[in-house]
């Protein structure tokens, strides 16, 4: 599986970007998806993730009310809304996918075989 990743950009504080996760072609229904961030020096951190099927959410604490995941399955494709953008999420944006990932590895990116190739977010105050 190939994701590709788009939608990064350059936002003032406050404002809100999509991030899209296309998948070169049709995710099993075990997959999930996953959304992380990295910034230079730091190790790369969960965001978000969805589960193929069914469509059950997963956020990390700082994102919660502010970022949306969802999928387009028809599209093979994720989604990552963010409003209410903060500084702080200034980070390169990475889609992930696995199909065999448990539950409770979901926010570890070590467990996650497809990567897409990120897409640079840029938070101004």
């Known amino acids: 599986v190939q994701l590709q990743a788009s939608g990064g950009g350059l936002v003032q504080a406050g404002g809100s970007l999509r991030l899209s996760c296309a998948a070169s072609?049709?995710?099993?229904?075990?997959?999930?998806m996953g959304w992380f961030r990295q910034v230079p020096g730091k190790e790369r951190e969960f965001v978000a993730a969805?589960?193929?099927?069914?469509?059950?959410?997963y956020y990390t604490d700082s994102v919660k009310g502010r970022f949306t995941i969802s999928r387009d399955i028809a599209k093979n494709t994720v989604y990552l809304q963010m409003n209410n953008l903060k500084p702080e999420d200034t980070a390169v944006y990475y889609c992930?996918?696995?199909?065999?990932?448990?539950?409770?590895?979901?926010?570890?990116?070590?467990?996650?075989?497809?990567w897409g190739q990120g897409t640079l977010v840029t938070v101004s105050s």
């Open positions: 992930a996918a696995d199909g065999t990932i448990i539950q409770s590895s979901i926010t570890l990116p070590n467990q996650y075989d497809y």
């Open positions: 072609e049709r995710t099993s229904s075990r997959f999930v």
């Open positions: 969805i589960k193929w099927n069914g469509g059950h959410t």
